[in-house]
């Protein structure tokens, strides 16, 4: 008979068993005069911790006689046992303990003496108790357990009730003495079986998906205990195509702690959505990610979403440089943001952690008509690419909506209206990304840029590349943008358009070549726009600042309030300027305003 524990046993007989003292029979009793109980603990609770607790199911056997009669355990004679299990009547229970993984025996993880010894009294007592190395009650060990070199104690069976634990060093020093250490088999601790090791976990055949009358039925999620490794592995779900070991029974088991596992798309999982939901499941150790890798020359055919939960340890890669949509492609309904309403998008977030990006996703010229979108990251959500990860040539390449992004050196080209939007109080790192290109659909109309940035946004573009787009750059509404280094030209309407209680920090960026000019301040005040050089022209007839009606204007002001206030210098400070005709200044020393003429200062009258 095995001795794996959680058995399900029926009809199971014990023989006669001699006592190696007396030599007299302790019972004996035939199959159909003893009654045999199984009790299963289950829990669906995951994770979980152990406790020093039974953890699995055990045989037991009827005292008929409140602890007497044939069915009682005897005294064994000349020794400081005590085999008095109780004046209740009914089954005794019996179940594992094991001093390693119990809760209340936190202290004895830190313990390490060599051989030391293990004394498990009743509680309250300096009266051994009975303790087995099986859970049919047939093999009593010796008590105390001997530690091994490292300090590890094998574990035993207790009959369920309370109990005081003692170790000690060989020399008889006290190293841990804890009262009141319950046992009970009836507790819920998350394990439904323990096996010594992965060859017996392997060859086991009592765990079943479906169960039965003789096997042990397991859901998705179960914990399993191996004792010599250590371990706790989690029952996969029966379709599952990415295990790390099956049982004779078919039962298939993750391995929490394993390195990354691969997921391959369309080979293991035929979308992008059922791969990442497999990743999901395996809830991979700290330090661990999995790979969802899109196989060379596949074109997705669904989106995917990941909502409520962390996804961050899955890493989405390609074999290929780009990954593209194939015509059949159906993406994820924009629908719940109202004006995103008819958008279907490649990947959305809301609430979760999102899994890292290493890939490029080409959405086609079919995006920007279609309405097909990148990434949607919304409220609560967090996302992360890699160096060259990103969506081009979509309607929208990517919004981040009350949510945080941390994607350097991404891609977010060719975009029909928007190359990057990032509003709501969100929180971002774009710093290095080309976010340049695009048509950009209705290119007259407001916001419409390769990147906006609105509503209380906060964060780091700088040294951004943001060229030869058919509208806007850059537009920043009531948020905060470092845009140091940014390289920010070329574009078909302005460069940065900045308004509504923005601030742009802008020290040794190019904004130049704009089709209108390279920067505009929208009306509505206060506006501020800090820079470390002088905002200039370096070709004839190329207006600067804000000359939107009429064009020649250099600088266009049409407020009605307020007024220009010109550089305030001393004549020390002046005579220090260059000496270039058309300089105009108020000189403090004198209160004059003053012009230069290619010779001379001259007042102006």
């Not at 289950?42 to 979980?48: G, I």
């Not at 996969?236 to 088991?253: F, L, M, N, Q």
């Not at 081009?392 to 939007?421: D, F, M, P, S």
Request: hydrophobic share 35%.
């Amino acid at each position: 008979m095995s001795t794996r524990r959680n058995f399900l046993f029926r009809g199971f007989g014990l023989g006669a068993i001699t006592s190696f003292l007396s030599g007299r029979p302790v019972w004996a009793v035939s199959d159909n005069e003893r009654s045999v109980a199984a009790k299963l603990t289950f829990s669906r609770q995951f994770p979980r911790q152990r406790s020093a607790t039974v953890l699995n199911a055990a045989i037991v056997r009827s005292n008929r006689e409140n602890g007497t009669g044939p069915d009682r355990l005897p005294d064994v004679e000349g020794s400081s046992y005590s085999s008095d299990r109780g004046a209740n009547s009914g089954d005794k229970l019996m179940g594992l303990f094991d001093p390693q993984s119990s809760k209340q025996l936190a202290g004895l993880t830190s313990i390490s003496a060599p051989r030391a010894r293990l004394f498990i009294y009743r509680a309250g007592t300096d009266c051994l108790a009975p303790i087995f190395s099986d859970s049919n009650l047939t093999l009593m060990q010796s008590n105390p357990i001997t530690g091994d070199e490292a300090g590890y104690f094998d574990p035993c069976y207790l009959i369920d009730g309370d109990y005081r634990v003692v170790v000690r060093t060989r020399t008889g020093h006290v190293l841990l003495d804890l009262d009141n250490i319950p046992s009970r088999t009836g507790l819920e601790t998350g394990v439904i079986q323990e096996f010594r090791n992965l060859k017996e976990l392997q060859s086991d055949k009592t765990l079943s998906y479906a169960g039965s009358p003789s096997l042990l039925k397991v859901n998705e999620g179960d914990l399993v205990r191996v004792h010599e490794e250590n371990q706790s592995l989690v029952a996969a779900p029966a379709d599952a195509r990415d295990e790390h070991y099956v049982t004779a029974g078919g039962v298939k088991i993750y391995d929490p702690t394993a390195r990354a596992l691969t997921i391959n798309v369309p080979s293991d999982y035929s979308t992008l959505q059922d791969a990442i939901d497999a990743a999901y499941r395996r809830q991979p150790g700290a330090n661990v990610r999995h790979i969802v890798n899109i196989e060379s020359g596949h074109e997705i055919t669904q989106g995917f979403s990941c909502r409520n939960g962390d996804y961050s340890r899955i890493r989405i890669t390609s074999d290929d440089a780009e990954v593209g949509l194939a015509d059949s492609f159906v993406g994820v309904s924009g629908d719940e943001i109202a004006y995103h309403t008819g958008t279907q998008w490649v990947a959305t977030i809301y609430n979760a952690r999102g899994p890292e990006f290493d890939v490029l996703f080409d959405l086609g010229d079919s995006g920007a008509a279609n309405k097909i979108c990148g990434l949607m990251c919304g409220q609560g959500g967090d996302v992360r690419g890699l160096s060259g990860a990103g969506f081009k040539n979509g309607w929208l390449n990517g919004e981040v909506r009350a949510g945080k992004i941390h994607w350097r050196e991404g891609v977010w080209t060719g975009a029909g209206e928007w190359g990057l939007r990032l509003t709501s109080g969100t929180m971002f790192d774009v710093a290095y990304s080309d976010i340049s290109g695009g048509q950009l659909n209705n290119p007259g109309a407001a916001f419409k840029a390769c990147l906006h940035i609105s509503r209380g946004s906060f964060g780091n573009a700088q040294n951004i590349t943001v060229k030869n787009s058919a509208a806007n750059g850059v537009t920043i509404r009531r948020s905060y943008v470092a845009l140091q280094d940014a390289v920010i030209s070329n574009n078909g309407l302005y460069n940065i358009e900045i308004g509504w209680g923005a601030t742009a920090i802008a020290y040794g960026a190019d904004l130049s070549g704009a089709g209108e000019a390279d920067i505009r301040f929208a009306n509505e005040p206060p506006l501020v726009l800090r820079v470390d050089k002088a905002i200039y022209s370096t070709q004839s007839n190329t207006p600067p600042v804000n000359t939107f009606s009429p064009k020649g204007f250099l600088l266009d002001d049409s407020r009605t309030l307020g007024a220009l206030q010109l550089p305030r210098l001393t004549t020390a400070e002046r005579d220090g300027l260059p000496k270039d005709p058309g300089t105009v200044i108020f000189n403090a020393s004198t209160s004059k305003f003053q012009g230069y003429d290619g010779s001379q200062w001259n007042d102006f009258h």
